[in-house]
């Protein structure tokens, strides 16, 4: 192994030099090493892409398209994806409003990287997906985390109004809806009480919507089409049509908005991947009522309600699993609040791996996380596993 110069070793940025890797995906791997371990811990569907999507990717290959393509994502990508949120979710998108990165996570990272000047803010309601309170950090932010762990894990209009007053430097809003970790979904009129809020600050507004096709008990609300122009949205193609490894997400905003984190982006990436953008525009299109993911959800909310079932065999408090393909459960007091140490233990004692709710900052200390985007006999075994572990403790 090669030996740095050792007078290069504390010159990095700071940032990077006191930050570990992501926690989520350095405690999946840890589990991966154990023997006979069900791994819950990770949300990756564990369907395979629809088979026309897959042809588009392969065609477009064949299609000897191995040159750089727009920044943005092609037009036809781009006008699929604002066709598809325009007819679903009630937006007025054009597709000079659609931008395509590479997933979720580059977009969050580009966005903040856009709007963040030394100082400026961005509310997070916690437990959320930690990958924003690090995008912020290392552009240079500061983080205000609202605790929503007793308000249903939803941010109140009320609890928005007092982080606004009481931080004025806040110039960013981040709202998730299916939540992750959680799962919860905001209803239209609880979106509406934070939009009355929303629109009297000069404040953008992120909402990540990634999960919006994965609605079990209602409809997807999307704060885009009730407050447009201040909302940039997050979306994609990774969770609905399990294709979490072409790594295509969308960022739609107003123009002048899109175009400044466009900067960003093309600093970053310079173009997408051609096959990847070709399966996430027949996605996007064709694709989009395809019978094929709705069975995919479908089987999501079977796999769900037998989790629940056992939950609620075991007395477990949970958070309402409306969307997304997560349960996020308490663990009895008397185990503590130590989730890493009980997520450990599960995994040793009964190969089950869940993600400790302390991974997602403020309010998960003592939960858990459960992803059954896995097969059903998994989920079927994992739940006789989890009755075997708490089942005393009820």
Request: hydrophobic share 45%.
């Amino acid at each position: 192994m090669i030996q740095v110069k050792s007078s290069l070793v504390t010159q990095a940025n700071p940032l990077v030099q006191g930050t570990s890797t992501n926690a989520i995906l350095a405690f999946s791997n840890e589990l991966k090493t154990i023997a006979g371990i069900i791994n819950l811990a990770i949300g990756e569907p564990d369907f395979n892409t629809p088979e026309h999507i897959k042809q588009a990717a392969i065609q477009d290959v064949l299609a000897n398209d191995s040159h750089y393509g727009p920044y943005d994502g092609t037009v036809t990508l781009r006008e699929n994806a604002a066709r598809f949120l325009n007819k679903h979710y009630g937006t007025q998108y054009e597709a000079s409003e659609i931008m395509a990165t590479v997933g979720v996570t580059e977009a969050i990272y580009a966005t903040f990287k856009a709007l963040l000047n030394p100082g400026d803010a961005v509310l997070i309601p916690t437990p959320n997906f930690p990958q924003y309170g690090i995008g912020v950090t290392f552009n240079r932010g500061q983080v205000v985390n609202v605790d929503t762990s007793t308000t249903g894990f939803k941010l109140t209009a009320t609890d928005l109004e007092v982080a606004l007053q009481t931080h004025p430097q806040i110039k960013a809003v981040i709202i998730t809806s299916p939540g992750n970790p959680t799962g919860v979904v905001y209803t239209e009129s609880e979106l509406q009480t934070l939009v009355a809020v929303l629109r009297t600050y000069d404040v953008y507004v992120i909402s990540d919507e990634i999960y919006s096709e994965l609605v079990y008990d209602n409809r997807h609300v999307s704060l885009a089409a009730l407050l447009p122009e201040q909302t940039i949205l997050f979306n994609g193609v990774s969770k609905t049509h399990a294709m979490t490894g072409y790594r295509i997400g969308i960022i739609a905003a107003p123009q002048v908005i899109r175009d400044q984190i466009g900067v960003v982006h093309q600093l970053i990436v310079a173009a997408l991947p051609n096959a990847s953008v070709a399966a996430a525009a027949e996605a996007f299109g064709a694709g989009a009522d395809d019978a094929v993911t709705t069975g995919m959800k479908a089987e999501y909310q079977k796999r769900r309600d037998m989790l629940v079932a056992v939950l609620d065999e075991l007395h477990l408090v949970y958070a309402q699993p409306a969307g997304a393909f997560y349960l996020w459960f308490k663990a009895p007091e008397s185990l503590g609040d130590d989730d890493w140490q009980l997520a450990r233990d599960l995994a040793h004692t009964q190969q089950l791996g869940l993600m400790p709710g302390s991974a997602f900052g403020d309010g998960g200390a003592g939960w858990l996380r459960i992803s059954y985007a896995a097969a059903t006999a998994d989920i079927l075994e994992a739940g006789q596993r989890l009755r075997a572990y708490f089942g005393p403790f009820k």
